[in-house]
C-alpha cells in the first residue's frame, strides 16, 4: 500500500493516508487543503446562483467560445447532414465563484454543475447532440481565484447541411455550425470568439474520405426574432468533393459501355442475336449504374452534372441500338423480296437460256473463257463499287454483253445460285449479289453502318469536350 511505485512521493500521500484515519473524511488531515473548496461548495449549495446570471443588472455578460474539432465524421448527400465531435469551451466572469484559494479549482462533472450558472448555448442546426459519458461525464469545470470560469464539454453533433447539388460531383459544400443562446439576448449575453490567432481549431490528422476541408471561417452576428435580437457563433466548413470514387465507379465504367456500343455497327447486319444482345446488354448496364447512383442522392427536383452524363450516355447507346433496327428493317425488306425475285429469276433465266441457245445457233458466236471470267470479275466489282453510291449494280450486268452469258450456257457453266431456304439468314454479300433492283435497300443500310461508324464516337468526343468544359474540375482555392 505503501510503494512509492503506486503512490507517488510523500507529499502526495498526505491526503490519501488521512482518509478513513478519523470519526470524519477528513480528521487527521490539513484541513487547509480542501477549505477553500469546501467553503465555496457551501456557498453554492445555498444560493441560488445557477438560477441567475453573473450580472443582473448594467452590460450584458460576455461570453467567449473556442471550438476544438477532434473529428470531422461523415457527410451524406442522401441526408444532407455532417457529424463532428468536437469540445466545446466557453469562458466568463462571476464575480460570485471569487475565493482565497492560490490555485484554481478544477470540478469534473457532477452534481456540482447543477450548483453554478452555465450559459444555455445551443445548436441552431443540431439534428442530435450527445454528451460523451465514457468513463465518466466529459465535462471540465475551473474557476480562477478571480471568478474566471472556464467550461469545456466533449459533444458529439449531427448537423443539417443544406447543399445544392447541381454540379454534383463537380461541387463544392459550405456546411455551418451555428450557436447562440436561447434564454438571454444580445442585452443580456453577447458570445464572442476567444481572442486567439485560431478560435476553431481542427486535428491535423482530420481526413474526409469523399471531401478535401479547403477552409474553415467563423464570423459573429445578431439574428432577429420576434423574441428579440440573439447573439451567435458561426463557423463554416468549405469542402471540395474529391472525383475519384466517381471517376472509377462512374465515369470510366459507363464511358466504356458507349464504347462497347459501338461494335455493333461493324458486326455483319445478318447477325441481329449478336447485335441485339449487345445494344440491350449496355442499355441496361447503364439504367442499373443510373440507377444505383440517384440512389445515393435525395430526391431532388433538378438535374445533377452526373445525371446529364448518364442520360446522355444512355441516349447514345439506345442510338446505336435504334440505328441497327432501321439497318435491320431495310435488310428484311430486302430479304423479303429476294424471295420472289428468286423465281421470277428462274423462271427468266430458263427462257432466257433458250433464247441465248437459238441466238448462238444463228450467229455461230462463243464467249472464251477469259471473257467469261473477264465479265464475272466485272460484275462483282461493281457490286462494292457502286453499293457505296446506293444503287445497285444490277444495271452492269443486265447491260453486259451477251456473248459471255452465251459462253457460260455453252460450256455448262451456270451463275453460282443461292440454295438456302427462305426462313435462313442471308448474308449481305448474298443479297447483294442476288439484288435486282435499281434502288438497293441494303445498299443503303451498309450506308447508316458506315456513317454510325463515325458519327457515334465523333458524337461522343464532341459531348465530353462540351460536359467537361461545364463541369470543370474543382480545385482548392489555396
Known amino acids: 500500500m505503501n510503494d512509492p511505485s ?93 475565493h482565497n484559494s492560490t490555485g484554481t479549482i478544477v470540478f469534473n462533472g457532477g452534481s456540482i454543475m447543477d450548483l453554478v450558472w452555465v450559459p444555455d448555448l445551443f445548436f441552431t442546426n443540431a439534428k442530435d447532440v450527445k454528451l460523451h459519458m465514457a468513463p465518466k461525464e466529459n465535462l471540465l469545470f475551473r474557476i480562477r481565484p478571480n471568478g474566471d470560469v472556464l467550461y469545456s464539454s466533449r459533444l458529439s453533433l449531427v448537423l443539417s447541411c443544406y447543399m445544392s447539388l447541381k454540379k454534383f460531383p463537380m461541387d463544392k459544400q459550405a456546411c455551418h455550425l451555428k450557436v447562440e443562446s436561447y434564454s438571454y439576448n444580445v442585452e443580456e449575453l453577447t458570445l464572442e470568439w476567444w481572442n486567439t490567432s485560431e478560435p476553431v481549431e481542427i486535428d491535423e490528422n482530420v481526413t474526409l474520405p469523399q471531401y478535401t476541408i479547403d477552409s474553415i471561417e467563423h464570423y459573429s452576428n445578431v439574428t432577429a426574432y420576434i423574441t428579440g435580437d440573439f447573439a451567435f457563433l458561426s463557423v463554416s466548413f468549405n469542402l471540395v468533393r474529391s472525383l475519384g470514387f466517381y471517376v472509377l465507379q462512374a465515369y470510366i465504367p459507363s464511358s466504356l459501355l458507349v464504347a ?58 439506345f442510338a446505336a441500338l435504334l440505328e441497327y433496327s432501321v439497318v435491320y428493317y ?11 425475285r428468286r423465281k421470277k429469276r428462274d423462271l427468266r433465266r430458263t427462257i432466257k437460256m433458250r433464247d441465248s441457245i437459238k441466238e448462238e445457233n444463228e450467229s455461230g458466236e462463243v464467249a472464251t473463257n477469259e471473257e467469261t471470267e473477264e465479265w464475272i470479275a466485272k460484275g462483282t466489282n461493281a457490286t ?20 459471255a ?74
Open 6 to 98: 503506486l503512490i507517488g512521493s510523500t507529499q502526495q500521500q498526505q491526503p490519501l493516508n488521512c482518509i478513513g484515519s478519523g470519526s470524519s473524511l477528513f480528521d487527521g488531515c490539513n484541513k487547509e487543503f480542501f477549505s477553500a473548496d469546501l467553503n465555496l461548495l457551501h456557498e453554492l449549495a445555498g444560493s441560488y446562483t445557477s438560477r441567475i446570471r453573473p450580472t443582473v443588472s448594467g452590460e450584458p455578460t460576455k461570453v467567449t467560445c473556442n471550438l476544438n474539432i477532434n473529428s470531422f465524421d461523415s457527410v451524406s448527400e442522401s441526408s444532407m447532414d455532417y457529424e463532428l465531435t468536437i469540445f466545446l469551451r466557453q469562458a466568463w466572469n462571476d464575480p460570485r465563484l471569487k
Open 384 to 403: 462494292s463499287r457502286n453499293c457505296e453510291d446506293g444503287v445497285s449494280n444490277n444495271n452492269f450486268r443486265r447491260n453486259s454483253g451477251m456473248k
Open 260 to 317: 462497347l456500343s459501338w461494335l455493333s455497327v461493324w458486326v455483319e447486319i445478318s447477325a441481329a442475336p449478336a447485335r441485339v444482345a449487345l445494344g440491350v446488354t449496355t442499355v441496361l448496364a447503364l439504367v442499373t449504374q443510373a440507377t444505383w447512383l440517384r440512389s445515393q442522392l435525395p430526391k431532388i427536383a433538378y438535374a445533377t452534372a452526373i445525371d446529364v452524363w448518364m442520360v446522355t450516355c444512355q441516349v447514345m447507346v
Open 405 to 478: 452469258r452465251r459462253g457460260m450456257l455453252r460450256r455448262g457453266m451456270t451463275r453460282p445460285q443461292l440454295k438456302r431456304q427462305e426462313t435462313q439468314v442471308l448474308t449481305t454479300a448474298e443479297l447483294l449479289y442476288s439484288s435486282n433492283e435499281q434502288l438497293d435497300y441494303l445498299c443503303i443500310a451498309l450506308q447508316i453502318d458506315r456513317f454510325s461508324r463515325v458519327f457515334l464516337p465523333l458524337a461522343f468526343c464532341i459531348f465530353s469536350i462540351v460536359y467537361w468544359s461545364i463541369y470543370p474540375i474543382p480545385s482548392m482555392s489555396k
Open 330 to 340: 431495310l435488310y428484311s425488306f430486302e430479304k423479303g423480296q429476294y424471295a420472289e
